[in-house]
């Protein structure tokens, strides 16, 4: 393993447990072994610099099996388009050596921007979008691109609760359950009709 791979790994799961304002660069530098103190500033040149690595080191992974597994979803089924996007992820919290979920838990709350990650990730993500907004007549334009939005941030959160579980020794559902279960609830997100209320508020701010 190169010396940027282990600090990439490192900085990950440091970051994960500790936030990302409160892990010193140094200490990064420690935990991965680097004799020199300031590792990270040569090879990333800060924390910024860092950050990105951190997201980018998975994202290409991530994108190649959402893209395969998209292929192969049907285009009338909402339930395989959502699973063949989300399962990569979501597959990510059985893996004891990887903190990603947490750590884009992390991005998430500081607001990071994404706009620097490859342009085949925001493809990808945008074509996702549009995928499932098709699939969503029922719900008004406006809607669907929150609902999609809060669909995955659940995805998400609830992907890095199970990591959590596993890495203190909890009991957790089994996998299938667990996947299972899950896309219910982003279908049941997705899909349900909306509120008389919320349409009241949707006319009022269009």
């Given amino acids: 393993m190169s010396a940027k791979q282990q600090l990439v790994l490192t900085a990950e799961r440091l970051y994960a447990q500790n936030g990302l304002e409160g892990v010193p660069l140094r200490q990064i530098g420690t935990a991965a072994g ?4 300031s590792a990270v500033q040569y090879h990333f040149g800060g924390r910024d610099g860092l950050i990105r690595a951190i997201l980018a080191y998975r994202v290409e992974d991530l994108t190649r099996r959402r893209v395969l597994l998209g292929a192969r979803a049907s285009d009338s089924d909402l339930r395989s388009v959502v699973e063949a996007h989300q399962l990569p992820l979501i597959e990510l919290a059985e893996d004891e050596n990887c903190f990603y979920l947490e750590f884009l838990e992390q991005l998430v709350r500081v607001v990071h ?6 342009q085949s990730h925001q493809d990808a993500e945008r074509a996702y979008y549009d995928r499932v907004g098709l699939l969503l007549p029922d ?8 609902r999609i939005h809060q669909a995955s941030a659940f995805c998400l959160h609830a992907s890095a ?3 959590r579980q596993l890495m203190l020794g ?3 559902a089994p996998y299938a359950v667990h996947v299972s279960q899950l896309l219910d609830t982003l279908l ?12 009241s508020a949707l006319s009022q701010h269009p």
């Fill in 139 to 146: 719900i008004p334009h406006p809607l669907r691109a929150i």
């Fill in 170 to 172: 909890s009991p957790v």
């Fill in 161 to 163: 609760g199970r990591h």
């Fill in 113 to 118: 921007p994404l706009g620097d990650l490859p």
């Fill in 188 to 199: 049941a997100t997705l899909e349900s009709l909306p509120s008389p209320e919320t349409l």
């Fill in 34 to 37: 680097m004799a020199n103190k």
